[in-house]
């Protein structure tokens, strides 16, 4: 089945992101923008917008539409700031915080996906997307304070390079849970020195894998 990925995007936005109560213009904007299809395998294009985690390989997954909008809007971007993600992935997420203006570094741990993903982002030409193969629960020390922090991977814990690595008036989302493929989104903020978590509520993220991970 062919798609039209202009449609779909359109439909994808109104019918499973902005009907569920994202609101950020700047959110569903990149959403409307960002080719999703183009981030999965070409046998899976056709199900790129439907309302699902989809896998990259790997074992890996790409988020589903909701999950990337709604962590996208708790971390309130605005252009220039400077964002770590961790967990690559296809790039997917990466791009939408792109689109959104943000400067972004994100780091990934298995060498295939991100081979995939540097291909790709240079041929979309994501200039303001800088990547690194490492444990990203170490975080990117060189380009270290950051604005916002996003991890698209669950681990036991809140790794403690990355509340060091955001920057102050800073945010952080990230999946933490006891258990694997089942966590609670929580939201870090760091004001004036002062750390505070708040549960966005539950999610089901792939594995962190580190140091500080799994
Ligand atoms: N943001 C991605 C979602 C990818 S799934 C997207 O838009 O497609 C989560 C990714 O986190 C997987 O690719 C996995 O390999 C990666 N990952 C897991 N543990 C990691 C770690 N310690 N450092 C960096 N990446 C990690």
């Not at 999965?40 to 988020?63: H, M, N």
């Given at each position: 089945m062919r798609i039209d990925p202009k449609r779909s995007r359109l439909k994808m936005v109104e019918e499973q992101i902005a009907a569920r109560g994202v609101?950020?213009?700047?959110?569903?904007?990149?959403?409307?923008?960002?080719?999703?299809?183009?981030?999965?395998?070409?046998?899976?294009?056709?199900?790129?917008?439907?309302?699902?985690?989809?896998?990259?390989?790997?074992?890996?997954?790409?988020?589903?539409?909701?999950?990337?909008?709604?962590m996208s809007e708790l971390l309130q971007i605005k252009p220039g700031h400077k964002v770590l993600e961790i967990g690559t992935g296809s790039g997917y997420q990466a791009s939408v915080l792109a689109e959104m203006g943000a400067d972004v570094f994100s780091v990934e741990r298995i060498r295939k996906l991100f081979i995939a993903a540097r291909k790709l982002l240079f041929d979309m030409r994501y200039f303001n997307i800088q990547l690194k193969l490492d444990d990203g629960t170490m975080g990117w020390p060189d380009h270290a304070p950051y604005d916002r922090i996003i991890v698209t991977a669950g681990g036991p814990e809140i790794p403690q390079y990355l509340v060091e690595q955001l920057a102050d008036s800073g945010r952080l989302v990230i999946p933490v849970g006891g258990k694997k493929r089942a966590q609670r989104l929580m939201l870090v903020t760091k004001n004036d020195g002062k750390v505070e978590t708040t549960d966005m509520g539950g999610c089901a993220f792939v594995d962190l894998v580190g140091k500080q991970g799994w």
């Open positions: 609101s950020d213009q700047t959110v569903l904007d990149a959403m409307r923008k960002v080719p999703r299809h183009l981030f999965v395998q070409d046998a899976l294009a056709s199900r790129a917008y439907s309302d699902s985690a989809l896998p990259i390989g790997e074992g890996q997954t790409i988020s589903q539409p909701f999950i990337v909008a709604f």
